[in-house]
């Protein structure tokens, strides 16, 4: 079978489960003091940024609706934050996302940490 291929099925219930934590504890980050980021054990290891690095940061940013440093910290926040709300604010409904699209967000994600970093 074709990894590629390979389609990723999600629950409603889970997903409208994980919308609704994703946002609340973003809602809760933004009212603590202090950097919002956490540490990045890839990076502090060997210098290279994971392709989440700044996912902390930037869903806390887009629930503060600071979004330029949203999009600095890591622009799948925005997305993450706006596929959450419509999930927990649209109707039921099955999904089965291909496996190739996930790799290609987690590759342009990584893409744009490695420049921000300056590592490529």
């Excluded at 609340?24 to 950097?35: F, I, S, T, Y």
């Amino acid at each position: 079978m074709d990894p590629l291929g390979h389609r990723i099925r999600l629950d409603d219930g889970d997903l409208r489960t994980g919308s609704a934590l994703l946002l609340g504890c973003a809602a809760a980050r933004a009212l603590l003091p202090g950097e919002p980021g956490m540490p990045c054990l890839l990076r502090e290891l060997t210098g290279v940024p994971c392709p989440l690095c700044g996912m902390t940061t930037s869903v806390t940013s887009t629930v503060e609706l600071d979004l330029a440093d949203a999009v600095a910290a890591n622009p799948g926040g925005l997305v993450l934050v706006a596929l959450a709300v419509a999930i927990l604010l649209g109707p039921a409904r099955r999904l089965a996302i291909p496996a190739g699209v996930v790799y290609f967000g987690l590759a342009l994600t990584w893409m744009w940490e490695l420049q921000r970093f300056s590592v490529i």
